[in-house]
């Protein structure tokens, strides 16, 4: 058996995996089936207890004795389907996922043998999780570990997959709830244990050519790739991983001419734990014994080209560091709004641009995590864009959030 650890990943070795997802407290387990855009095509595609059976997935309620499990056929999947996401959340209302540590158990489906576990770290105020995914990449099926959480339940993952939840009548002596974060009716039969809402049309999809938000991972067979906020690329090339030297180049300009703007661009090392290993920044220029080196600190932001370079043998990564988030940092207190152009970007021992990510939507905060490179399972290293901004002026400011978003 594999134990998982946030965004790693196994190949399966069998075509029907079911995943039991256990807790302390009751959960209601579902599974959604999501196209290469990131979202569901219809109501068939969202399974759960009041609809268990979709085009292979199949859901099977625990009772409370016993744990809720999606099933997936990875034969029976319909072609347009790239992945299937297992999800979980509390049936208490209001309840959150604080001091419960939920459990996915994938196993064989036809003998019951346990194939892998993962168990997400240190929850919070979330009351759903995206626990983990089977996937196809180049032929084959995969299952990965993801532990992404919500504060506004099942709804909210419903939304975010492109499914449209009703949104009850509020009674009058209470507010309506937000509309980001409806709350599904319940079914007439059983009003004891509310059911998500029949889901509309899903989300239309991006503009042929387009970059779709949350899409599938690509990897870099197609040359160099452009992200937006919360799309990842693989950094695999012809079926290898790249794990020769690499550079983070962080760039940004003055948002007001002929005003300097001094930030500090970062990485922070994380083990398998979320926990910190090390930071590399403008103070500490080398880290892990030279696998992880800083060009040093740049004090204007003026002029082209990258303004502070991070590099990367990621070859020679200890095994123990699992995480990498890059991080930008306005230690004079000046605001993201005051800044243009900013960007990371990640180019090949040459200096050849492999990925870039330009950050939009600037917010009046100090510092921002701007990407992560996470390992995975098989050793490729997966890129994700990130662009979340965090009030802090110095890396030891961005270590705990830099650790929720592994």
């Not at 059911?195 to 999809?205: F, G, I």
């Not at 790249?242 to 994380?270: C, F, H, N, Q």
């Not at 993201?336 to 905060?365: H, I, N």
């Not at 990407?371 to 110095?394: N, P």
Request: aromatic share 6%; hydrophobic share 40%.
């Amino acid at each position: 058996m594999t134990a998982m650890t946030p965004g790693s990943n196994i190949p399966l070795s069998v075509p029907r995996v079911a995943v039991d997802v256990t807790a302390p407290a009751r959960l209601d387990v579902s599974g959604l089936l999501l196209t290469a855009d990131g979202k569901v095509r219809s109501d068939a595609d969202f399974v759960f207890y009041n609809q268990p059976t979709g085009p292979g997935v199949t859901h099977r309620g625990g009772g409370g004795a016993a744990p809720d499990t999606i099933t997936v056929d990875t034969g029976a999947v319909p072609a347009g389907i790239d992945k299937v996401v297992v999800t979980a959340s509390l049936d208490a209302p209001g309840a959150t996922f604080a001091g419960t540590e939920p459990t996915a158990t994938v196993r064989n489906a036809d003998d019951g043998a346990v194939l892998a576990a993962f168990t997400p770290p240190r929850l919070g105020p979330e009351t759903a999780l995206v626990v983990v995914e089977v996937y196809r990449r180049g032929g084959a099926w995969k299952v990965r570990a993801v532990g992404q959480g919500y504060a506004d339940g099942l709804a909210g993952i419903a939304t975010d997959f492109g499914v449209s939840v009703e949104e009850p009548a509020a009674p009058a002596a209470q507010p309506a709830p937000p509309p980001a974060a409806t709350t599904p009716p319940p079914p007439p039969a059983a009003p004891a244990r509310p059911a998500p809402a029949a889901p509309a049309a899903p989300a239309a999809t991006p503009a042929p050519g387009a970059p779709a938000p949350g899409t599938g991972k690509i990897n870099l067979d197609k040359g160099r790739v452009s992200l937006r906020k919360n799309e990842t690329v693989s950094l695999v090339k012809g079926g290898r991983p790249l794990l020769t030297s690499v550079r983070m180049g962080l760039g940004w300009e003055p948002a007001y001419r002929g005003k300097d703007i001094d930030l500090d661009a970062s990485v922070i090392a994380y083990g398998p734990d979320r926990k910190k290993i090390d930071a590399c920044y403008f103070g500490k220029l080398a880290i892990l014994n030279g696998v992880i080196q800083h060009s040093g600190d740049n004090l204007t932001g003026e002029g082209g080209g990258d303004d502070e370079v991070i590099t990367v043998h990621l070859g020679d990564v200890p095994p123990q560091v699992t995480g990498l988030v890059f991080t930008v940092n306005s230690f004079s207190g000046q605001k993201f709004t005051e800044v243009s152009k900013a960007y990371c970007r990640l180019l090949d021992g040459a200096g050849q641009e492999l990925v870039r990510f330009d950050l939009t939507g600037a917010e009046p905060r100090t510092g921002v995590m701007m990407c992560k490179l996470i390992r995975q399972f098989s050793g490729e290293w997966e890129m994700t864009a990130m662009g979340e901004y965090v009030d802090s002026r110095t890396v030891r400011g961005m270590v705990k959030p830099g650790g929720r978003a592994l």
